[in-house]
């Protein structure tokens, strides 16, 4: 079974500066998907990002990117000009076949 | 495009009782993964639906039962409520071939079941 983890519980960011949210992921496959997902207070889980495993390019959208170091089992998402409206949980996600396994979350706060 | 809806919003059981959720995938997506998200915890997968049938399920009990109709929607059926089912209930919709299905999962706004 695969199991994400995500070792920070909270993460705080002053607005306009830049925090890393950690994950680490067990598996045994060569081939799958990573994905960081948003859930504000609204509760709607909204993708932010994804990452194929056979691509070493590390994905970016926006002010959001990855650094996947697949060796090491990381994929850690990095959010740049942080803006009040990106406070909410971030989940890391595992991808095989049919389903997605999830990491605990890391609560990100916005200072203004 | 529609996107993914779930009702309803809120409810509230009592222990024993049995429970009916209900979801509409996006427009153009074939398949219905269920989650379980406990208060500040990760979601938990339960099953997913493809061609109207289980595709793969989680550790969930046999109580734990689903449907999919021929128009994609899907509903997730809990008999027997205990008081640790009480959580965030998520459907997720993709799009599945014959083969690998779509990397991408679009959630629904979720059902907040509490169980007294």
């Known amino acids: 079974a695969q199991t994400v983890t995500q070792s920070q519980p909270e993460m705080s960011v002053q607005e306009a500066e830049t925090v890393t949210l950690s994950c680490t992921y067990d598996t045994s496959e060569s081939d799958y998907y990573l994905f960081w997902y948003k859930q504000p207070p609204s509760r709607q889980m909204i993708l932010v990002i994804r990452q194929e495993a056979y691509k070493q390019q590390n994905a970016t959208e926006n002010r959001f990117s990855v650094n996947f170091q697949k060796a090491a089992k990381s994929f850690s998402l990095k959010i740049s000009d942080s803006q009040l409206g990106d406070a909410a949980m971030y989940f890391c996600a595992y991808r095989d076949d049919y389903k997605l396994s999830f990491g605990a979350g890391t609560t990100v706060t916005v200072r203004a | 495009e529609t996107g993914v809806t779930q009702s309803p919003t809120h409810l509230i059981k009592t222990r024993g009782q049995q429970v009916t959720l209900r979801c509409s995938s996006q427009?153009?997506?074939?398949?219905v993964s269920w989650y379980q998200q406990a208060l500040g915890q990760g979601p938990q997968f339960i099953f997913q639906y493809y061609r109207e049938e289980e595709n793969g399920r989680g550790n969930f009990p046999p109580r734990f039962s689903g449907l999919q109709f021929p128009n994609y929607s899907s509903e997730l059926n809990v008999n027997a409520l205990e008081l640790d089912d009480s959580a965030l209930y998520l459907c997720?919709?993709?799009?599945?071939?014959?083969?690998?299905?779509?990397?991408?999962?679009?959630f629904g706004p979720g059902t907040r079941l509490t169980v007294t």
């Open positions: 427009s153009g997506h074939n398949t």
């Open positions: 997720a919709s993709s799009s599945r071939t014959s083969g690998w299905s779509s990397y991408e999962q679009y």
